[in-house]
């Protein structure tokens, strides 16, 4: 694992896993179980499309070594990047995690996710393959949010305190107003990008020439003791319902299928 690139407010990751990792975690994504999610879900708009889907959120807990390779992995990743995201156990108390494909025609609109029990985000490409001219690209805009949003507002294209439309177009309205322009992040494989808390981002449309395949990531947030609690409660109750294997002995599982060592680390 090693710093590829760095911005004042984000910091992307390659060589996340071994190969070895790397194909079981991969794997892993694929046993999960997925729903459409269309637009007015997960702060989705009419133009994004629909198709994108995603896996019930669980919680990591960092207040005691993870066990599980996922776990292991984010707070090394996290580590790298404390002036983004905070410190473990002080900053943040947990970390959530969804799995999210987007096949071709789907895209998630410009917006912040700011809320006050988040410190961070991150988006982990677990895909084994992607073309450059695919899309699906992460574009950042390396500056607060409420910079962008104060100007919007000087500008008269915004009312303080108005609340924004899944129907109107805000969000890119603002961007406008950056003092820098966007960030382009490809959506490498085996590559982690964090993010700092109030910065405006957005999912580039899959383009049609990515033909079956689906831009793959695992992405959540760093959380307070507020978020995690919340989360917590939310997994707890998903898995009453659904039951959710464990990580580590599904990535075990995997990898005797395939005569390899398990992995430890």
């Keep these: 694992m090693q710093v590829s690139h760095k911005g004042s407010r984000f910091v992307v990751l390659d060589e996340i896993l071994d190969p070895a990792s790397e194909s079981a975690m991969w794997a892993w994504f694929q046993t999960q179980s997925f729903g459409i999610s269309v637009p007015g879900n997960w702060g989705r708009r009419p133009f994004d499309g629909v198709g994108a889907y995603a896996s019930p959120s669980l919680v990591i807990d960092a207040s005691a070594p993870p066990a599980e390779l996922l776990g292991r992995t984010l707070l090394k990743a996290a580590q790298l990047a404390q002036d983004v995201v905070g410190v473990p156990g002080k900053d943040w108390r947990a970390v959530s995690r969804t799995c999210w494909t987007y096949p071709a025609g789907a895209q998630l609109s410009w917006h912040n996710d700011s809320a006050g029990d988040q410190t961070g985000a991150y988006v982990w490409y677990v895909h084994p393959q992607w073309g450059a001219s695919w899309g699906g690209e992460l574009l950042i805009v390396d500056e607060p949010a409420s910079q962008l949003v104060t100007r919007a507002i000087e500008s008269g294209l915004v009312r303080p305190g108005e609340t924004e439309s899944?129907?109107?177009?805000?969000?890119?309205?603002?961007?406008?107003?950056?003092?820098?322009?966007?960030?382009?992040?490809?959506?490498?494989?085996?590559?982690?990008?964090?993010?700092?808390?109030?910065?405006?981002?957005?999912?580039?449309?899959?383009?049609?020439?990515?033909?079956?395949?689906?831009?793959?990531?695992?992405?959540g947030f760093f959380l307070t003791m507020d978020g995690a609690s919340q989360v917590a409660n939310e997994e707890q109750q998903s898995r009453s319902t659904t039951g959710t294997a464990g990580l580590s002995s599904q990535l075990a599982a995997h990898q005797r299928a395939e005569g390899r060592p398990v992995q430890r680390g």
């Design 166 to 219: 899944p129907l109107a177009s805000e969000a890119e309205s603002k961007v406008l107003f950056s003092a820098l322009d966007p960030v382009c992040v490809q959506a490498r494989p085996n590559r982690m990008v964090l993010l700092m808390r109030d910065t405006f981002h957005t999912v580039r449309r899959v383009d049609t020439s990515a033909g079956d395949r689906s831009r793959c990531s695992v992405a």
